[in-house]
C-alpha cells in the first residue's frame, strides 16, 4: 500500500522495523518536504515489495558502478520523474537512504546519493569507500550524507 509522506506530521509508518524508524521518518519527511517546496510533487513512497523494479534499479548502478551491494533489507522505495529528472528513493531498515538522481537529457547530471539516518551507524559496505557530510535538519537531526557521480548509462 502507498503511502503520501506528511513532512508536518512524521509517521514512522512502513518504517516500525528499523531501529531508527523516528530518524528515518524524519529523514523521509526532509526529502518529502524537498519535492513539495522546489517541485510541488508530492512524496509517494511505496513498500518495497511492491516497488522491486526501482528497488532493482537502484541496486544494479550500485553494483555496476561501484560493486556496492547494501546488506540492510529495503523498506520502501519511490521513483518519479519531475523536471526532467528521474528519480528514485529507497529507504532500508538500517536507516539509510539512497537516491539516484538521473537526468533524462544525456547532458545532465546523473549522481547516486546516500543519507544515513540519525542515530546509525556507517553500513560496513561505505564506510572505507566514503566520506560522509554533515547537515542539520529540523526534521531528521543530524543527516550525514555523501554521493557519487554516475558515469555509465541506465
Known amino acids: 500500500m502507498s503511502y503520501t509522506v506528511d513532512f508536518v506530521t512524521v509517521s514512522t509508518e512502513g518504517l516500525e522495523s528499523s531501529p531508527v524508524a523516528d530518524a528515518l521518518a524524519g529523514l523521509r ?48 522505495a519511490t521513483e518519479f520523474v519531475v523536471s526532467g529528472i528521474r528519480w528514485a528513493y529507497v529507504f532500508y531498515q538500517s536507516g539509510l537512504s539512497i537516491n539516484v538522481l538521473y537526468t533524462l537529457d544525456d547532458a545532465g547530471k546523473r549522481a547516486v546519493g546516500f543519507k544515513l539516518s540519525d542515530g546509525m551507524d556507517v553500513p560496513a559496505e561505505l564506510a572505507d569507500r566514503f566520506k560522509f557530510a554533515r ?7 543530524t543527516i550525514r550524507g555523501s554521493f557519487f557521480v554516475i558515469k555509465n548509462q541506465h
Do not use: C, M
Open 29 to 76: 519527511a526532509n526529502e518529502a518536504r524537498y519535492f513539495t517546496n522546489k517541485y510541488d510533487h508530492e512524496f509517494v513512497v511505496h513498500p518495497a515489495a511492491e516497488a522491486t523494479e526501482t528497488v532493482e534499479w537502484v541496486h544494479r548502478i550500485l553494483k555496476d558502478e561501484r560493486d556496492l551491494v547494501i546488506s540492510s533489507p529495503p523498506l520502501e
Open 135 to 141: 547537515q542539520k535538519s529540523k526534521l531528521a537531526g
